[in-house]
C-alpha cells in the first residue's frame, strides 16, 4: 500500500508522542509515590481513598477521645481514693470515739478532727480537672459538686444530673467520671435521720458524728425535698399555682405562686417564705434550697414534728418533685451510742459506694484499654489496606520506566534512520 | 514529415505538463488537505492515410486529484467523532483534577468537621476547641464555596468556548460558500468537464476544519457546489449563501448557552440537534459532567445543612438559650426560583428545604435535579424532575391565599419517589397575585446550594452542644412531663454533650441518598462518578483517536504525497522528455539529411 510521506512523518511522530506520555505518567507517579493522581485512573479506588482515610481519621479521633476519657476516670480514680482513706480515717475515730471512758473533752477532740475530715472530703468530692471543671458536678461541671448551705450547714449536692459520655467507637461511648450525687449523696442509711428514701449523704453522716461529738444529741424536723432540678427556677407568669404545706398535722399554710417567674431555686424559697411569714407560719414552716432542689421543714422538731405538701391548683407539685399528700415526720433525739452506731453502718455503706464507683472506673478503664487496642488493630488494617489501593509499587514501577526510557529512544532512532532514506539523494 | 515533429512536440508538451504537476505534488507535500495530482494523457485522434491510421502523439486530456469521496466522508465523521470525544474528555479531566486536589478536596473539610464536634462533645464547656469548631465549619462550608466556584469558572470558560466555536462555524460556513461561488464558475469555464482541484481541496480542508467542531452531512450538487447541514437537516451552506448561528441566553438560565440558527423570524433553538464536534462534546460535557456535578455536590450541602441545622436547633448553646441553624444559605430565599418569562400570572413561588425535625427523611429525599413546576388547573399541580423527566402530580392546600403543596394521592405508573423531593413548596396567591393555567416555575434545589452556604453564628458560645433534658441521676431516665415529653432545663448546663455528641454522630448517619450513604459517602460517590465518566471518555477519545488515524491513514494513503514517488516520477517524465526532444533532433537530422539531397 502507498504511505504518504507526510503520513509516514506523523505516524512516527504519533509513536514517539505516546511513548513520551506514559513516560511523563510514570515519572509523576514516581515522583508522588501515588499510584492514582485523579480519579479517572481508577474510579472505584478514588472513592475507596475517601471512604478508608474517613475511617482512619474518625477512628484516630476516638482514639483521642478514649485518651481524655482515660485522663479523667484516672483524676476520679485518685479522686475515689482519697475519699476512702478519708472514711477510713473517720471509722477509727468514730470506734475510737465510742469508748465509753474517754471524757467529753477527748471527744472533743476528735470531733476537731471529724471536721477537718469533712473539710477534706467536701474538697476531695469538689476535685477540679486541668480545665478547671468540677469532676463531679455531671453536665453543670462548672459549679463545684457540694456547697454547704447557710442556713442547714449541711453540705448538699447541686452539680448536673448527667454524666457526659465520650464516643470511643462508632457505636460505643464511656462515661468520663461519676455524679458526686451517686457516690457521696445518695448513700443507703440505717440512722432516722435518713431521708424518706432511706438516703443519707456522706457529709451528713460526718456531721452527725461531729455533732454527737459535741454532744449535741438534736431531734431532727420532719423535711421533705422535692426531687427535681430547679436550679434555674419556674415560670408560673401565666399559671394559676396553689398548693398546701401542712406542719405537725394541723398548721395548714396555703401558698399562691400564681402569675410570678422565678429565676432560681432561691427566688422561690424566698417567696414561699415570706408568704410564710405573711401568713404567720413562719414559727411552723420553713422553706430552703437543698442544692438545686426545694425541701419544706418543720420548725419543730421530734416525734411531734411533721411536714405534709398537698396539691390545691396548677403544677408545683409535679414541677418540683414532690408526691402529692407527700409527708415526712421527725424524730426524737438519740443516744450517743445509737448515733455514732448508725454513723458507723453509715460510713460503711458510704465506702460500699466509693468501692462501686472505683470498680466501676475500673471496669470502663478496662473498656477504654480493649477499644483502644481494636481501633488501634482497625487503623493499622485500614492504613495498610490504603496503603495497597493508592501507594506505587516502586519496584514495579521503575522496571516500567526503564522499558519504557528505551522504547522511546528506539522509537526516536528508528525515525532518525527512516528519515535518512530518499530517492532524491540518488538524483 | 511535418507530423514527425509535431508528434514529438506533443510529447514534450505532455511530459512538461507531468513534470509541472510532479513538481506541484512536491511543492505541496506538506500541505494540509492537498491530495496529489497526476496528468491524465490520452493519444491523439489518428491521421488516416493509405497505410492506415498513422498516431499523432498524445494529448493531455485532465489534471485530476486522487479524491474518493467515500474515504473523504469517512474522515469527516471520524474527525466529528474524536473532536466530541475529545473536547469531553478534556474538559471531564479539568473537572477530576479538582476533584482529586487535595486543596480542595471535600472529603477532609468533612472529616475534620465531624472531628471537631467530637472535640467539642470532649470538652463543651471550652471556647477554643468551639473556636476551632466554628472554624472548621467556615472551613467546611469554604470548600463547597471554592469547589463551586471552580465548577463555575469552568463553565464560563465552556460558554467562551461555546461562543468561539459558533464563531468558527459563521466564518467557515462563509469561506465554504465563496469557494461555491468560485467552484461554480471554475466548473462552469471548462462546460462541467474539468474541476479546479485546488480549490476543491481547499474547500474540503474548510468541511474538515468544520468536521471536528459539528458533525456535518456535504451533498455535492450538480454545478460542482456542495451543500452543507447540520443536524437533521438544518442548512449552513447552500451554493453561495450561509447561514449564521449564534448563541443566546436560557429561559431559566443565563449561565448556559442554547445555540440558535437565525432566521428571517428570529431565532430558531437547535441545541438539540447538535451533534459530533467539539461543539457537541462541550454541551454534552455540560449537561453529563458539570451541572451533575456541581448539583450533586450542591445536594451534599444542602442535606449536611438540614441534618445538622436540625440537631443543632434542638440543642441549647453555653448560655442556655435555643440553637439557631449553624449553616446557611445566604440570599432572601434558599432555594431559587426562576418564573418562566411566558408565565401570564404574576403569583410568586417559594421552595425552602424542608425541616428534618418534621420530616426526618428529608435530606435523603433530596434530588440533585433541577424542578419544572407547571399549574395544571384547580389544585393540581406537576412537578418535573428535568434529569430524567419524571412527572410528579402535586395538590395544593390553600390557607389565606397561599398554597402548599403536598404529594398527591394519584400519580403516573412507574413513579419512583413517593414523596416530595426534600423540599417544601408554597404558591402565594394573596392580594389579588394569580397564576393561569400552564404558567411555569424553574426550582433549583441543589443547583446553587455549594455556592450559597455558610455558617450563620460566629459566636462559638452559640454552639448549642446541650440537649439540656432532664435526667434522673438515679435512674438515668429523662424526666418526662404530664405529655409524655421529655423536661428541657431551662438554663445553661455548660458541660452537657449530648446534642454534640449526637451531631458528631451524623458523620456516621446514612442519612443521604436515601439513606444510603454518609456524607462523605455521597461526596465520594460524585468523586467516583466523575472519575467513572472521564475514565470513559478516555477509552472513547482513545478509540476515535484510532479510527480518525485509519480514516487519516486511508485518505493520505490515497491522495498524500510520496516523496520517492515522485522522485521516480520525476526522472520517468525527465526520461519521456528527453526522449521527445531527441525525436525533435532527429527530425532535425532527417530535414538536414533530406535538404542535403536535394542541395
Known amino acids: ?427 | 514529415m511535418s507530423g514527425l515533429l509535431s508528434t514529438s512536440l506533443s510529447g514534450l508538451m505532455a511530459a512538461q505538463r507531468s513534470l509541472e504537476t510532479v513538481q506541484h505534488n512536491i511543492s505541496n507535500v506538506n500541505t494540509e488537505g492537498y491530495s496529489r495530482q497526476r496528468v491524465e494523457q490520452s493519444t491523439r485522434m489518428p491521421r488516416y492515410t493509405g497505410d492506415g491510421y498513422v498516431g499523432q502523439g498524445v494529448q493531455v486530456t485532465n489534471v485530476t486529484r486522487s479524491y474518493d469521496q467515500f474515504i473523504n466522508k469517512q474522515l469527516n465523521s471520524s474527525l466529528s467523532a474524536f473532536g466530541d470525544a475529545d473536547r469531553y474528555r478534556q474538559l471531564s479531566t479539568r473537572v477530576d483534577n479538582i476533584m482529586a486536589d487535595p486543596s480542595t478536596g471535600m472529603a477532609p473539610a468533612i472529616n475534620r468537621f465531624f472531628n471537631a464536634l467530637n472535640e467539642v462533645a470532649d470538652d463543651p464547656s471550652s471556647i477554643p476547641s468551639r473556636q476551632v469548631l466554628l472554624s472548621e465549619a467556615e472551613t467546611l462550608t469554604q470548600s463547597f464555596n471554592t469547589l463551586t466556584d471552580r465548577f463555575e469558572e469552568i463553565r464560563t470558560q465552556n460558554n467562551n468556548d461555546i461562543g468561539a466555536m459558533v464563531n468558527d462555524i459563521n466564518s467557515l460556513a462563509k469561506s465554504i460558500a465563496d469557494i461555491n461561488v468560485q467552484v461554480t464558475s471554475g466548473v462552469g469555464r471548462t462546460g462541467g468537464a474539468m474541476l479546479p482541484n485546488d480549490l476543491l481541496d481547499e474547500q474540503d480542508a474548510l468541511f474538515s476544519k468544520l468536521a471536528e467542531i459539528v458533525n456535518i452531512s456535504v451533498v455535492p450538487q450538480k454545478d460542482g457546489s456542495s451543500s452543507v447541514f447540520i443536524g437533521n437537516g438544518q442548512a449552513l451552506v447552500l451554493s453561495g449563501d450561509a447561514a449564521e448561528f449564534t448563541t443566546f441566553q436560557s429561559e431559566y438560565d443565563p449561565n448556559r448557552l442554547e445555540i440558535g440558527l437565525k432566521v428571517p423570524s428570529g431565532i430558531n433553538n437547535v441545541t438539540s440537534q447538535i451533534s459530533g464536534g467539539s461543539l457537541a462534546g462541550s454541551l454534552r460535557f455540560r449537561d453529563e459532567v458539570l451541572d451533575p456535578a456541581q448539583q450533586q455536590l450542591g445536594r451534599v450541602a444542602a442535606g449536611l445543612a438540614m441534618e445538622v441545622n436540625a440537631l443543632h436547633e434542638k440543642g441549647f448553646d453555653l448560655s442556655g438559650t435555643a440553637g439557631s441553624a449553624l449553616f446557611n444559605f445566604s440570599g432572601t430565599e434558599e432555594v431559587p426560583v426562576i418564573k418562566s418569562p411566558l408565565n401570564t400570572g404574576n403569583a410568586a413561588v417559594r421552595v425552602n428545604f424542608q425541616d428534618v425535625n418534621v420530616n426526618p427523611s428529608a435530606a435523603g429525599n433530596l434530588d440533585f435535579s433541577d424542578f419544572k413546576l407547571k399549574y395544571v388547573g384547580g389544585t393540581d399541580y406537576t412537578l418535573t424532575r428535568v434529569r430524567d423527566n419524571q412527572v410528579i402530580n402535586l395538590t395544593a392546600t390553600t390557607v389565606a391565599g397561599v398554597s402548599t403543596l403536598s404529594f398527591a394521592a394519584t400519580q403516573p405508573a412507574n413513579i419512583d419517589v413517593s414523596a416530595l423531593p426534600g423540599i417544601d413548596i408554597t404558591v402565594d396567591l394573596s392580594g389579588g397575585q394569580t397564576l393561569s393555567v400552564g404558567d411555569e416555575f424553574l426550582a433549583r434545589p441543589a443547583y446553587s446550594a455549594a455556592q450559597k452556604i455558610g455558617v450563620n453564628i460566629n459566636d462559638p458560645r452559640k454552639i448549642a452542644a446541650a440537649t439540656n433534658v432532664e435526667v434522673d441521676p438515679v435512674t438515668k431516665l429523662p424526666v418526662l412531663d404530664g405529655l409524655g415529653n421529655p423536661v428541657i432545663i431551662k438554663g445553661p448546663m455548660p458541660t452537657d454533650n449530648r446534642n454534640a455528641l449526637q451531631l458528631a454522630n451524623l458523620g456516621n448517619k446514612l442519612g443521604m441518598l436515601g439513606g444510603s450513604a454518609t456524607f462523605n459517602g455521597a461526596y465520594g460517590q460524585i468523586v467516583s462518578s466523575v472519575g467513572g465518566l472521564t475514565r470513559a471518555s478516555e477509552l472513547s477519545s482513545s478509540a476515535q483517536q484510532t479510527l480518525l488515524n485509519q480514516a487519516k491513514e486511508s485518505r493520505e494513503g490515497l491522495a498524500g504525497v510520496n516523496l520517492d514517488e515522485e522522485a521516480a516520477n520525476l526522472i520517468k517524465f525527465q526520461q519521456a522528455y528527453q526522449a521527445s526532444a531527441q525525436s525533435i533532433s532527429v527530425a532535425r537530422s532527417l530535414f538536414d539529411t533530406l535538404i542535403g539531397a536535394v542541395r
Not at chain 1, 475515689?80 to 470506734?95: C, G, H, P, Q, R
Not at chain 1, 410570678?260 to 424559697?269: L, M, P, S
Not at chain 1, 416525734?303 to 409535679?318: E, K, M, R
Open chain 1, 1 to 427: 500500500m502507498r504511505i504518504s510521506t507526510a503520513w509516514s512523518q506523523q505516524l512516527s511522530f504519533n509513536a514517539m508522542s505516546s511513548q513520551q506520555t506514559k513516560l511523563a505518567k510514570l515519572q509523576q507517579q514516581l515522583s508522588s509515590g501515588l499510584k492514582i493522581s485523579a480519579p479517572a485512573e481508577d474510579p472505584e479506588a478514588a472513592a475507596r481513598i475517601l471512604d478508608l482515610d474517613k475511617s482512619i481519621t474518625k477512628t484516630e479521633q476516638y482514639q483521642s477521645n478514649i485518651a481524655t476519657t482515660r485522663g479523667r476516670l484516672n483524676l476520679e480514680e485518685s479522686a475515689l481514693e482519697a475519699a476512702n482513706n478519708i472514711i477510713f480515717k473517720a471509722k477509727d475515730l468514730t470506734i475510737q470515739a465510742k469508748n465509753d471512758t474517754l471524757n467529753s473533752s477527748d471527744r472533743l477532740a476528735i470531733k476537731y478532727e471529724v471536721d477537718q475530715l469533712l473539710e477534706e472530703l467536701a474538697g476531695v468530692a469538689n476535685t477540679q480537672n486541668a480545665n478547671g471543671e468540677y469532676i463531679f458536678s455531671g453536665d453543670l461541671a462548672t459549679v463545684p459538686a457540694f456547697a454547704r448551705n447557710a442556713t442547714t450547714g449541711e453540705y448538699a449536692y447541686q452539680g448536673g444530673l448527667q454524666q457526659r459520655a465520650l464516643q470511643i467507637s462508632t457505636t460505643r461511648q464511656v462515661a468520663d467520671g461519676d455524679l458526686g450525687f451517686n457516690v457521696f449523696e445518695h448513700i443507703n442509711s440505717s440512722s432516722p435521720a435518713a431521708d424518706e428514701n432511706g438516703k443519707r449523704s456522706v457529709f451528713n453522716t460526718l456531721k452527725a458524728l461531729s455533732d454527737g461529738l459535741g454532744a449535741s444529741l438534736n431531734a431532727t424536723a420532719g423535711v421533705i425535698t422535692g426531687d427535681r432540678f430547679l436550679r434555674y427556677g419556674l415560670d408560673y407568669s401565666a399559671a394559676t399555682v396553689q398548693f398546701d404545706l401542712i406542719a405537725n398535722g394541723g398548721i395548714t399554710a396555703p401558698i399562691d405562686l400564681s402569675g410570678q417567674q422565678f429565676a432560681g431555686v432561691e427566688d422561690v424559697v424566698t417567696e414561699i417564705n415570706s408568704q410564710l411569714t405573711a401568713g404567720g407560719f413562719s414559727g411552723a414552716i420553713q422553706a430552703r434550697s437543698n442544692g438545686n432542689k426545694i425541701e419544706f421543714a418543720s420548725v419543730a422538731t421530734g416525734a411531734t414534728s411533721s411536714i405534709q405538701i398537698n396539691n390545691t391548683s396548677g403544677t408545683f407539685l409535679a414541677d418540683a418533685g414532690f408526691a402529692a399528700g407527700q409527708v415526712k415526720a421527725g424524730v426524737g433525739a438519740q443516744t450517743f451510742q445509737a448515733q455514732l452506731g448508725d454513723v458507723l453502718t453509715d460510713l460503711d455503706a458510704a465506702l460500699g459506694s466509693f468501692l462501686d464507683a472505683r470498680s466501676s472506673v475500673g471496669a470502663r478503664l478496662n473498656a477504654l484499654d480493649n477499644q483502644e487496642s481494636q481501633n488501634e488493630k482497625y487503623v493499622i488494617d485500614t492504613k495498610s489496606m490504603l496503603s495497597e489501593t493508592q501507594d506505587l509499587d516502586y519496584a514495579d514501577a521503575l522496571s516500567r520506566y526503564q522499558l519504557q526510557f528505551t522504547a522511546l529512544q528506539a522509537a526516536q532512532q528508528t525515525f532518525t534512520k527512516t528519515k535518512e532514506l530518499s530517492l532524491f539523494k540518488y538524483l
